[in-house]
């Protein structure tokens, strides 16, 4: 994808992988709008990075994300590129922690349901823009569990196999659909220093933007692009067959 003259909506872009992602966009010329749920790190961010956009919007909410559709046409018509990247990651033990659904559930909302909404509610948005594209934030997790935090890989599989479709049945429009698969990154994920054993996020997102901007659809790194790969020679055969193409 060309990384200038875009306007990029980023959910969870106030902090870590989003953050990066933000900054190399604006670097490359584009204009973005970071999303998150608390104001203090989207102020944070705009200090940072000077010209970015933000927005308040927790994207678990049905209806902040019809509103958020709703600001980005009358605010930000221009927007081409939806980066679905927020995320949260609890870890569990599911001998013991079997009561707090509610816990439970917004893991799945907002790592699986809010960018498959998301999607659905941009689609037609993006079909009407120039240059337009989908970048899902999947995980090396979508390949392999890792089972301290069973529901977080589980909807990482999913948003995985959410976007190879979306990527098949999108083939016929303009939207393009790309997917950034990270291995463990040192953020703030699922709480402060539980991620320092990852990779700095500074080179992931160089590396990562680099090979999007070279036409690569499914980018991963270091180890998640070892094991996105592994098995890639069987699936993506069957995909095919599965799907005609
Ligand atoms: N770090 C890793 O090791 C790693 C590995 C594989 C994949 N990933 C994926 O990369 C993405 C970014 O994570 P990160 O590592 O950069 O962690 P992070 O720094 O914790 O970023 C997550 C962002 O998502 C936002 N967010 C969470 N829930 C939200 C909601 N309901 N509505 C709106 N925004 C929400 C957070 O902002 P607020 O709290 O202010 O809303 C935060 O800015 C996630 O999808 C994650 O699963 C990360």
């Not at 993006?126 to 390949?143: D, E, K, R, Y």
């Amino acid at each position: 994808m060309n990384l200038a003259n875009n306007t990029v909506l980023i959910t969870g872009g106030a902090s870590g992988i989003g953050l990066a992602l933000a900054e190399r966009f604006v670097k490359a010329g584009s204009q973005v709008i970071v999303v998150g749920r608390r104001e203090d790190k989207l102020r944070e961010a705009q200090a940072q990075l000077p010209g970015l956009h933000t927005r308040v919007c927790d994207v678990a909410s049905a209806a902040d994300r019809q509103a958020l559709l709703y600001w980005v046409q009358t605010e930000f018509a221009q927007v081409n590129v939806l980066v679905n990247n927020a995320g949260i990651q609890n870890r569990l033990q599911l001998a013991q922690d079997t009561e707090d659904w509610e816990a439970r559930r917004q893991e799945l909302i907002i790592n699986l349901e809010a960018p498959i909404h998301l999607t659905l509610l941009f689609i037609p948005h993006l079909q009407q823009q120039p240059n337009p594209a989908i970048i899902n934030v999947t995980s090396g997790l979508s390949f392999a569990p890792a089972a301290f935090a069973p529901i977080y890989s589980a909807t990482k599989a999913a948003l995985h196999s959410f976007t190879l479709s979306l990527r098949h049945q999108l083939a016929a429009t303009p939207i393009q659909v790309l997917e950034i698969v990270p291995p463990a990154v040192n953020t703030d994920l699922g709480g402060a220093g539980l991620h320092t054993f990852g990779v700095p996020v500074d080179a992931f997102a160089d590396s990562v933007m680099e090979r999007l901007a070279a036409g690569e659809e499914e980018v991963g790194y270091g180890t998640s692009e070892e094991i996105r790969q592994a098995v890639r020679q069987v699936t993506d055969a069957r995909f095919q067959l599965i799907n005609n193409r």
